[in-house]
């Protein structure tokens, strides 16, 4: 790829956002961060591990009355700690300045942790959000992680989006899911997983 572009996939859970969001990267041989987020979010704040994953794109608690995009400059958003923040906060913070990091030194792929907002006055943005119909849904999540229970599987699916929402609506001033949000917005059952990289790509290669 020629040009400089940074691809942030925002998805429902068990719709392949991880699967097409790793296929595009591939076709197009640019990074693709996801989980690895954590790890490097990690080392460089100084947190633990466990502490970054417990609150990677977790509910906020009840505790904060109002949205943290509404109130963002009483906490710093630079990411200089001041007074001691909550520990989600932290790891918002941390993986924050990880992705603002990776955005600005290369053309990559990266799913979830609010990277469209977070990169929002990035002109090399192209923000996408990947859903499915919930029986599609539900199956995959079935497959990919061994449950044998449908009812089990759509509780996680139901409380897995419940949390990213919460998250994402938390912490920025957009809304999490809403077609308007993003730039392109793409139902993979339609398509299926492989059609819906290519429609994807289709778009990308026309920016």
Request: charged share 25%; glycine share 8%.
């Amino acid at each position: 790829m020629e040009k400089k572009l940074v691809i942030t996939i925002g998805r429902q859970y068990g719709s392949g956002g991880r699967e097409i969001g790793e296929k595009i990267a591939s076709r197009y041989g640019l990074g693709y961060y996801d989980k690895q987020l954590l790890a490097i979010a990690a080392k460089e704040s100084g947190l633990c591990d466990e502490i970054v994953e417990h609150y990677d794109e977790k509910k906020i608690s009840a505790a904060f009355m109002y949205p943290f995009s509404a109130n963002v400059y009483s906490y710093g958003i630079g990411g200089h700690m001041g007074t001691e923040k909550p520990l989600a906060m932290q790891v918002f913070f941390a993986i924050s300045n990880v992705i603002k990091k990776i955005a600005t030194k290369e053309s990559c792929v990266i799913v979830g942790r609010c990277a469209d907002y977070i990169l929002r006055d990035n002109p090399n943005l192209f923000s996408v959000f990947i859903c499915a119909d919930d029986q599609d849904r539900v199956a995959r999540i079935m497959r990919r992680n061994n449950i044998d229970s449908e009812k089990v599987a759509y509780a996680r699916m139901v409380k897995t989006d419940k949390n990213r929402a919460r998250f994402y609506n938390y912490y920025s001033d957009h809304k999490w899911g809403a077609a308007e949000t993003y730039d392109l917005s793409v139902k993979s059952s339609y398509l299926g997983i492989d059609k819906t990289v290519e429609t994807i790509c289709g778009v990308i290669d026309r920016l």
